[in-house]
């Protein structure tokens, strides 16, 4: 049984913007005492800022995900400032939109020591300090986990090699008897400020794929698997319909992605091939939680909110509706396929 939010002390690693920055408004809004890490210090002064207001207490500690010293001295800080650590919520990320003829090999390996070897210095780190207290470590991953998409090769490797990472960390821990939990959440399409800060070399604007959501309800997805821990949680019915439609029938996808992956990702608008980005350096000032995409980011999902009301089974059967409806448009792609 884990603790009341309330009563928990998360440290937030990628709290700097985006769903992490709405998950450490939330958690104190919870009235738990969060610890918020990042490159951009400004940005984090913003966040505790807003963890205060909401009546709770905050600590911001500059870090480099990619540096297992920092993430060292993140957890150690946490304990020194608040006594322990419940959970530790990774919400880093990075990205280049790029086909992969196109990536340098340099490219490649930043997003791969960001995205997966970040989240290996931060669990390794958090770890002990999760096992004195039975808690969780929440992975912000990604539904791009189980497939990946044109134009975002070297990200979706990077989520795919941390889902299967934490598939071998969540059983070493049962199998010790540490009271240790893993969660995984898989996010859809969502409002950040990352689309406008991510490397890309199309020459056009990005975009989540659509259907956009915005990023509080990832944010209440992850501080309910604080307290109810579940292996994998798919946030939005668009990543729970990738998820299912992958499992029936990848070629099927194939095809959806031939037709609608490129223009898909972006919004038609032109921007430079070398506009400023943060793969190496923070960009300065402070992005916030929000996107530019605002006005039509959707602000629930039915399937989200009956998976963490009812369960997955509860939420298949409250669902069963759009989820037949899903099923027969792949089995159709595939047949005309």
């Keep these: 049984m884990k603790k009341p939010l309330e009563q928990q002390v998360v440290v937030i690693a990628g709290a700097s913007s985006g769903i992490g920055r709405a998950t450490a408004r939330a958690a104190g809004a919870r009235g738990a005492q969060v610890v918020v890490s990042a490159r951009n210090g400004d940005a984090l002064d913003a966040a505790v800022a807003e963890v205060e207001a909401a009546g709770s207490r905050g600590l911001a500690i500059t870090a480099d995900t990619t540096s297992a010293a920092d993430n060292e001295a993140l957890c150690a800080r946490a304990v020194e400032r608040f006594g322990r650590i419940d959970t530790f919520v990774c919400s880093i990320m990075i990205t280049v939109y790029a086909e992969v003829e196109e990536l340098d090999a340099e490219e490649l390996r930043r997003v791969m020591d960001v995205n997966f070897l970040g989240r290996f210095h931060a669990y390794r780190a958090a770890l002990p300090h999760l096992q004195a207290s039975r808690g969780t470590f929440v992975d912000v991953n990604s539904g791009l986990s189980y497939r990946g998409i044109p134009l975002q090769a070297a990200y ?4 795919a090699a941390g889902r299967a990472f934490f598939e071998s960390a969540r059983v070493e821990q049962q199998k010790h008897r540490t009271g240790v939990d893993i969660s995984l959440i898989l996010p859809g399409g969502i409002n950040t400020p ?94 916030g939680a929000h996107g530019r995409f605002d006005e039509t980011a959707k602000v629930s ?37």
């Design 156 to 159: 979706c490797a990077s989520k």
């Design 194 to 287: 990352q689309f406008d800060r991510g490397r890309q070399k199309l020459g056009l604007q990005p975009q989540p794929v659509p259907p956009i959501y915005q990023r509080e309800l990832v944010a209440e997805a992850v501080l309910h698997c604080c307290e109810h821990p579940q292996r994998e949680l798919p946030v939005t019915w668009a990543s729970q319909k990738l998820l299912w439609g992958q499992k029936l029938s990848p070629r099927a996808g194939d095809l959806v992605l031939r037709r609608n992956g490129w223009k898909g990702q972006t919004t038609g608008e032109p921007k430079p091939v070398g506009s400023p980005d943060n793969l190496w350096e923070t960009i300065p000032a402070d992005p």
């Design 301 to 337: 999902s039915a399937w989200t909110q009956a998976r963490i009301r009812l369960g997955k089974a509860g939420s298949a059967a409250a669902l069963a509706a759009p989820a037949l409806a899903a099923l027969i448009s792949y089995h159709g792609l595939t047949k005309r396929r």
